[in-house]
């Protein structure tokens, strides 16, 4: 005879497993588990979301900021270009000629 099964008063063995009480306290322990897992993956879940919303966020950030950078380098050339082309209108010199004369000179 297994451990489980014991020998009642008539003397026919009753196994414990199949005792609808035990049944019923497992299955309920089983459903505080499964509540208990289902919590967690909810929780693992917000946290996942969050994370995935701050990469976007920082991803966001980076894109900002490198677009400002272009916006500002593309500024600074464009004034550079201004300022070369008033240069050249004011003393009659042409690009060449401009160039030679930055080059001849140092700056320091």
């Not at 208990?36 to 976007?56: A, C, I, N, S």
């Not at 464009?78 to 300022?83: D, E, M, N, P, R």
Request: net charge positive; proline share 2%.
């Amino acid at each position: 005879m297994c451990r489980c099964c014991a020998v009642n008063s008539v003397g026919s063995s009753v196994c414990s497993r199949y005792d609808p009480d035990v049944l019923r306290q497992e299955v309920a322990v089983r459903k505080q588990h499964v509540e208990q897992l289902r919590r967690e993956l909810r929780h693992m879940k917000t946290e996942m979301q969050h994370t995935q919303d701050g990469v976007h966020a920082l991803s966001m950030y980076d894109v900002i900021c490198f677009t400002h950078i272009i916006h500002h380098v593309f500024t600074l050339v464009h004034f550079v270009f201004t300022l070369v082309l008033c240069v050249m209108l004011f003393t009659g010199k042409s690009l060449v000629r401009l160039w030679s004369i930055f080059y001849e000179k140092p700056w320091f």
